[in-house]
């Protein structure tokens, strides 16, 4: 705390000057626990722990500057790593940019293409911040040609990575007739010196990529392929042969009606910036493997915004996997027979996903469909039944491979579920709802059956209040509750909650990250000036 006092008594003249000279901005974020449990005692070593974050920046003309002070004191929350319990200034750059050309150095956050062979990102809310610390180039000197490049080494919170990357993307866009198509190209090398304990004589790993998009009318469809050299790495085995890549993206859509097809097959591609996760002896653990990826690939599988759904959460297998995800939608018009007064909106998913070869076999074949990891289907309806009531219902049957997703071992058995649930929006009066959630997932294996549910009060003005349950009918028979409440207005907010959660994962926009569960009181506040 007395560092963030030091830190904001520091700038407070900066401020003065931005406000006769340019436009000074800056933002606070902090979340903060006191945990109640003696499992999250055993993890740190206090029972108290806060993530913190001022953000500032400094913008004159077509130049700006900023950085952000960090604090994990007395300790980061679970699930982040525990030997960067401290503070310090980081992420900082200085950027110009103009009509045509942006040039950034310090941290630089970019991807190329789809992320398959480089994408930096950051979720602070499940503890990921990627970035790479060099220079970023992004320039368009024609408006059908648009060039990136990158140099510098990957970030990892206060210090720097082993390796340095350099890589450049060149992406062009022209029209023949009625269509349009995308044409890009992409590089990434990655050095890193040699090291005996990763078995592998390879100081260099060469990515490349090349994509291909075209549209026609009411008619898309985006195609990539990767390809990389051998780097043998803790989480692939040490494997010597190559990765490769594809990604292809159909969809179709026009007023009330659409589907949209995902289809990727990866093979060896989880590239990390560094080989061992812990090469330096620095404390560095497997729960910060996030923040060594290179590249990273969300799971294209459907995204839920349910908490019924977290109990058997899929993740990409950057590795060994090959899938596609399907979805379709249509929207019956208003004053039909399944229309009603306001219309209805149907919608249809299927999340199917294989390896590509077994385990235990020597990994050489490329698009085969082999062990499945996940099946999943759903049909949901959106209904508004008046000017009081919209109601949400949905039923997905699921088969989850839980050895082979979650731990990386071959097993064949399924864990079979069907899941029902039902949303329910409630407007009081123009300024305040109500919000009720029930979920049901049953299954005969494993956990067995859970259920949820959610009531969530909020106003106009702000305000919110929420209470939910998770619980267990089969095997823990044990209650999940969470309590809390929040206030917003304008770019601040402040909530406050307190109760249970269950070991699992955590998504934020497709990105999955396990975090322990924990008894706590939480606090988060987050403002901007």
Request: net charge positive; glycine share 8%; proline share 2%.
């Amino acid at each position: 705390m007395k560092k963030l006092i030091i830190c904001l008594l520091m700038v407070s003249p900066f401020i003065a000057l931005a406000q006769k000279k340019g436009t000074f901005s800056a933002s606070f974020e902090s979340n903060s626990q006191y945990y109640f449990n003696e499992i999250a005692k055993n993890i740190r070593d206090k029972k108290i722990a806060s993530n913190n974050y001022l953000d500032l920046s400094y913008r004159y003309g077509k130049f700006e500057a900023g950085g952000t002070f960090e604090s994990y004191l007395p300790n980061p929350l679970l699930g982040y790593a525990t030997a960067f319990d401290k503070s310090g200034l980081t992420k900082m750059y200085l950027s110009y940019q103009s009509n045509k050309l942006n040039i950034r150095l310090g941290d630089v956050y970019e991807q190329f293409g789809g992320g398959l062979i480089y994408r930096t990102f950051r979720e602070r809310d499940i503890g990921i911040d990627q970035s790479t610390f060099g220079v970023g180039v992004n320039y368009r000197p024609f408006h059908f040609l648009r060039i990136k490049a990158i140099a510098g080494k990957p970030n990892f919170y206060f210090g720097k990575q082993d390796a340095t990357l350099y890589g450049a993307d060149a992406e062009v866009d022209f029209g023949v007739k009625n269509s349009n198509f995308t044409l890009g190209l992409s590089s990434v090398l990655k050095q890193e010196p040699y090291s005996q304990k990763a078995i592998t004589q390879h100081n260099n790993v060469k990515l490349y990529s090349a994509r291909l998009g075209w549209s026609l009318g009411n008619f898309d469809v985006k195609t990539e392929w990767a390809y990389k050299t051998p780097d043998a790495n803790v989480l692939n085995n040490y494997s010597r042969k190559a990765g490769r890549a594809l990604q292809i993206s159909p969809s179709y859509s026009k007023r009330g009606f659409g589907v949209n097809i995902n289809f990727r097959a990866v093979d060896n591609m989880q590239v990390l910036n560094e080989r061992e996760l812990d090469a330096n002896g620095d404390g560095r653990k497997d729960e910060d493997v996030f923040n060594y990826k290179l590249n990273y690939l969300p799971s294209i599988a459907r995204i839920h915004s349910y908490n019924i759904y977290n109990v058997y959460t899929y993740q990409s297998k950057e590795n060994n996997e090959i899938g596609f995800n399907a979805s379709l939608y249509y929207k019956f018009k208003k004053n039909t027979p399944l229309g009603g007064k306001y219309g209805t909106k149907v919608s249809w998913n299927s999340s199917v996903f294989y390896t590509q070869f077994d385990l235990s076999s020597k990994p050489t074949e490329f698009l085969r469909w082999r062990e499945k990891m996940l099946s999943e289907h759903g049909f949901r309806v959106e209904k508004k039944l008046s000017k009081r009531y919209k109601l949400i219902a949905e039923y997905t049957y699921q088969e989850y491979n839980k050895f082979l997703v979650e731990d990386d071992v071959q097993g064949k058995e399924l864990v079979y579920s069907n899941v029902f649930l039902v949303d329910l929006l409630t407007k009081i009066d123009r300024k305040n709802s109500i919000k009720t959630e029930l979920g049901y997932m049953s299954t005969k294996n494993d956990l067995g059956n859970w259920g949820t549910v959610l009531v969530e009060y909020a106003n106009s003005k702000g305000w919110s209040v929420f209470a939910s349950d998770q619980y267990n009918f089969t095997t823990e028979k044990k209650h999940y509750y969470l309590v809390g409440g929040a206030y917003a207005k304008g770019k601040s907010r402040i909530a406050l909650s307190y109760g249970e959660t269950r070991d699992g994962y955590t998504c934020v926009g497709g990105i999955c990250k396990f975090l322990p569960g924990a008894k706590a009181l939480s606090l988060s506040v987050a403002f901007k000036l």
